[in-house]
Antibody, heavy 124, light 107 residues
C-alpha cells in the first residue's frame, strides 16, 4: 500500500524557517517524481514544487522561488521541503504527492497518491 | 501560466441526482487533465486522469470527458459519500495549475 506521511509543520514567525519531511513507503520511491502542493485555510490547491526521481529536474512556483528548496534522499525514501523567509501567505496545509507513471505530458504527470498533509502557520 | 476555471463554484444536489462539473483551460492542454475529490480535513483523492481515464479503485459512477480547453466531470448518481469539493488540474505544462474547486452540497 502506498503511504506518504508528512511531518515538520508547526507555528513559525514571519521570516523564520521550517523543514518539512515526507516519508514514503509501499512503492519504489527512487522511481517516481514527487511534488509538494499546499492549501491555505479555506482555499484551493496550489502546486509548490516538483523534483524528478534522480533530482535532475526541479521546479518551483514563482511564489516560493528563491525561498523554498525541494530535495530528496532516495536511500531514506524521503522527500523534503526547506522553507526559508516564511511569510504569512505561506500559511497552509502542505501535501506531498507522488507523480503517477500512468499519464504524463512532456513536462509533468498527474499526482495519484497524496499524504495527509502537515499544517504550517506563519504568524507573530 | 494556464488558468483553470471551474463552474459552478458550488452546487446543491440530492441523492440520486446526476451532477456535471465543468473545467475550462485558458489554452489548449490536449487531454492532460486530472480530477480530484477532497473531503473536509482530508487529502485530495485522484479520480480521473488523462481527462477520461478512471483511477484504479474509483467507482464507475465517476466519468470524465473533454479535450483541448473544455472538460467535464460527471457523477451519474450522487451518493452521500460523494458530497465533497472537486478540483480539476492541468499537467500539460509548468506550472501545474488547479481549478478553484466545486463544492457539492446536499440539497
Amino acid at each position: 500500500e502506498v503511504q506518504l506521511v508528512e511531518s515538520g509543520g508547526g507555528l513559525v514567525k514571519p521570516g523564520g524557517s521550517l523543514r518539512l519531511s515526507c516519508a514514503a513507503s509501499g512503492f519504489t520511491f527512487s522511481s517516481y517524481s514527487m511534488n509538494w502542493v499546499r492549501q491555505a485555510p479555506g482555499k484551493g490547491l496550489e502546486w509548490v514544487s516538483s523534483i524528478s526521481s534522480s533530482s535532475s529536474y526541479i521546479y518551483y512556483a514563482d511564489s516560493v522561488k528563491g525561498r523554498f528548496t525541494i530535495s530528496r534522499d532516495n536511500a531514506k525514501n524521503s522527500l523534503y521541503l526547506q522553507m526559508n523567509s516564511l511569510r504569512a501567505e505561506d500559511t497552509a496545509v502542505y501535501y506531498c504527492a507522488r507523480e503517477s507513471h500512468l499519464d504524463c505530458s512532456s513536462t509533468s504527470c498527474y499526482s495519484d497518491y497524496w499524504g495527509q498533509g502537515t499544517l504550517v502557520t506563519v504568524s507573530s | 501560466d494556464i488558468q483553470m476555471t471551474q463552474s459552478p463554484s458550488s452546487l446543491s444536489a440530492s441523492v440520486g441526482d446526476r451532477v456535471t462539473i465543468t473545467c475550462r483551460a485558458s489554452q489548449g492542454i490536449s487531454n492532460y487533465l486530472a480530477w480530484f475529490q477532497q473531503k473536509p480535513g482530508k487529502a485530495p483523492k485522484s479520480l480521473i486522469y488523462a481527462a477520461s481515464s478512471l483511477q484504479s479503485g474509483v467507482p464507475s459512477k465517476f466519468s470524465g470527458s473533454g479535450s483541448g480547453t473544455d472538460f467535464t466531470l460527471t457523477i451519474s448518481s450522487l451518493q452521500p459519500e460523494d458530497f465533497a469539493t472537486y478540483y480539476c488540474q492541468q499537467y500539460n505544462s509548468y506550472p501545474p495549475t488547479f481549478g478553484g474547486g466545486t463544492k457539492v452540497e446536499i440539497k
